[in-house]
């Protein structure tokens, strides 16, 4: 586990930066955090919904997870003088109108697997496929996907869940995978998942009475925690999930 305190260095060296999902919980307050930096430049921020900024350092657009080619549209949007400092991705589905995780594997069906593995893994996969490119290769960079403590293979002691777990354990093997590839042309690049805790939020609203009060964060709190770890990395830590508390957590 790392040992830090919270330390703006990391946050004050960020200049430009992407981040999808700006609309939710987390995104929108890791966008309040990275404005209240004054050596930001840029920040492209990318939501399902339209999104209005007063801080003329934002650049806002809407964009679709589950179509590639509104991904590549995002991209274009990146001038081609411009490294990306941080690229993340906060998006993700724990639920939906229709859809709840399984119980049990009677629960289980293709309807369920097909949406957990679009949001959770295609889609997420797709931004780091067509935005790794855009990774400062002068300084350390970092692309970093939303996953979750549940996508570990070797920490499931409960079952259950069974489309979700499957989808973020698939993340996780497919930013292992590219965290190899990506090192060959950007030694400098670190791709890494982030895992937030329990965060109060419309994802987690429906499970929140089984949680401990103590353990359910603000998102306020969660990103700050998040910046720590992100702090804290070395390109030896590319490829793996991390913790809001720095821990690595195991396949």
């Known amino acids: 586990m790392m040992n830090f305190q919270y330390d703006s260095t990391y946050l004050n060296s960020l200049k430009n930066i992407a981040i999808f999902g700006g609309s939710g919980s987390i995104g929108s307050a890791f966008i309040n955090k990275f404005l209240s930096s004054t050596k930001l430049e840029t920040l492209f921020t990318f939501s399902r919904k339209e999104q209005k900024y007063s801080d003329d350092r934002v650049i806002s657009s809407t964009f679709d997870l589950t179509s590639e080619d509104s991904i590549l549209t995002a991209k274009d949007l990146i001038p081609k003088h411009i490294s990306l400092d941080l690229v993340m991705c906060c998006t993700g589905s724990l639920h939906s109108n229709e859809l709840m995780p399984e119980k049990s594997l009677s629960e289980f069906s293709a309807e369920k697997a097909q949406f957990f593995y679009l ?30 403590r549940i996508g570990s293979i070797s920490d499931n002691k409960l079952g259950g869940w069974y489309s979700y777990r499957a989808s973020k354990a698939a993340l996780c093997m497919m930013i292992k995978s590219a965290s190899i590839e990506i090192k ?24 929140q009475k089984h949680i401990d009060s103590k353990k359910l964060f603000t998102p306020e709190h969660a990103v700050s925690q998040l910046i720590n770890t992100l702090s804290n990395l070395s390109a030896n830590d590319s490829g793996y ?11």
Do not use: M
């Open 241 to 251: 999930q991390f913790a809001y508390d720095g821990s690595r957590i195991p396949f």
């Open 184 to 207: 060959r042309q950007n030694k400098k690049a670190i791709c890494i998942a982030l895992h937030p805790g329990t965060v109060d939020s419309k994802l987690s609203a429906p499970f």
């Open 119 to 148: 949001t959770n893994t295609i889609g997420p996969s797709l931004i780091i496929k067509h935005f790794w490119p855009l990774l400062n290769k002068e300084n350390q960079s970092i692309i970093a996907s939303l996953c979750a």
